[in-house]
């Protein structure tokens, strides 16, 4: 009793004490001693007490856990040691066309990030690459330097609509259209696990799609043009969600005693296709993406779900039975030339034949009942028709 009371005593002192304006720092030094002789455990060391006068925290700050990480702010200038050098690009003849998207700025980004690699900005030497609707900001290598350049002129040397691509999606049941076709292919590099790339000249290619389209097998499900501005992307899909009864949930409240939990799978098309001319017009680099998720079909699982009532009673859940297919790749070819890509014997949704998912855009998988096929993709570029000068009317005159 009497010693909480001393210690009461003295802390309510010190405090006072160390209050005082008059009060000074030896004094203030011994009331902090015998405080900490009465109990030790219970007082600040005021060697680490905040400094005077720094106000106490207040507001979201106040329960904040102090932090462990040394921080510093360094030397006021950005690191060099690699010969960084900052530099400005001036974006806005490519931005200022495209209307299609509040950032045009990041496609400038992306296809750096694709030619440079992601790692290269995130690893030594010290990088920035930020970007507004008008100024591409880059601190890098003068090696990278040049890289960026290179893209940015892609960008800036063409028009936006310099290039219209069309894109043709075409399945057959059976790949043996090459046994036919193989004299007129040119093969192109591909890092994907079978698939396979080539460049065919036009002619070829018309005549490659009549012979295809007469057979019985044959399926298209593209449109006959897709409008894709330079190093912008495009997007046809035709993705659904389907529902199913992932699990069941016992209640115990009224009849039948359970709940059904459903969930959400995706089951469709997809192809992303994002161009960019060189810039002397001359060739094409392009990044597709293709995902297919196919709901094969949906296994069934009784379960027990018993209850004091039906102590037999059963239900039924599903687990989907799924097929993918995911690509993933950059092709480079001559514009004169056109590009087909076959991925495979993939595996195809089944859509609905009662409309379109698309509106003018259908891609419903192989019918009658088949679930693979060799999937086409034809890629041309075709450039706009050159305008029409009207020829000023002559005045015919006769003598």
């Not at 360094?74 to 806005?92: C, F, K, M, T, V």
């Not at 698939?195 to 799609?209: G, K, P």
């Not at 030339?337 to 855009?361: D, F, N, T």
Request: charged share 20%; proline share 8%.
């Amino acid at each position: 009793m009497m010693s909480t009371l001393r210690w009461t005593i003295l802390v309510t002192l010190a405090a006072l004490f160390l209050a005082s304006p008059s009060f000074g720092q030896a004094n203030r030094q011994a009331a902090w001693q015998s405080a900490a002789a009465a109990s030790p455990a219970s007082i600040i060391d005021p060697s680490r007490a905040a400094p005077e006068g720094t106000p106490a925290p207040s507001g979201p700050d106040a329960n904040r856990p102090s932090r462990k990480v040394r921080t510093t702010s360094g030397q006021g200038a950005l690191p060099n040691d690699h010969g960084q050098l900052w530099r400005e690009y001036d974006i806005s003849p490519y931005t200022l066309q495209v209307a299609t998207t509040n950032r045009p700025e990041q496609a400038v980004v992306d296809w750096i990030l694709q030619e440079t690699g992601y790692e290269a900005w995130h690893t030594e030497p010290l990088a920035i690459l930020s970007a507004n609707r008008r100024t591409l900001y880059v601190y890098h290598t003068p090696e990278m330097q040049q890289v960026v350049a290179d893209v940015v002129d892609r960008f800036v040397s063409n028009d936006v609509d310099a290039c219209d691509f069309s894109l043709r999606v075409i399945t057959v049941a059976k790949p043996n259209w090459r046994a036919r076709a193989q004299q007129y292919l040119e093969a192109v590099p591909v890092q994907t696990p079978g698939v396979q790339a080539w460049t065919l000249q036009r002619e070829a290619a018309v005549n490659l799609i009549a012979e295809l389209a007469r057979r019985m097998d044959y399926r298209e499900h593209s449109s006959s043009q897709q409008m894709v501005g330079n190093g912008q992307s495009t997007v046809v899909s035709s993705m659904r969600t389907k529902s199913y009864v992932r699990d069941v949930r016992m209640t115990g409240a009224v009849w039948p005693g359970y709940q059904k939990e459903t969930a959400l799978v995706d089951d469709g098309f997809s192809l992303e296709f994002s161009p960019l001319l060189s810039t002397d017009r001359t060739s094409i680099d392009a990044i597709v993406k293709c995902q297919i998720d196919q709901l094969e079909k949906m296994v069934p699982v009784m379960v027990d779900v018993p209850t004091t009532v039906t102590p037999r009673q059963r239900a039924q859940i599903e687990v989907p039975q799924m097929g993918h297919f995911q690509l993933h790749e950059r092709f480079r070819w001559p514009e004169d030339k056109v590009l087909l890509i076959e991925m495979g014997m993939v595996p195809l949704p089944e859509a609905s034949k009662s409309k379109s998912l698309v509106p003018g855009l259908p891609i419903p998988g192989v019918g009658g009942g088949e679930d693979r096929g060799d999937l086409l993709v034809f890629i041309e570029a075709k450039r706009p028709a050159p305008a029409v000068t009207p020829v000023a009317n002559r005045t015919t005159q006769s003598y």
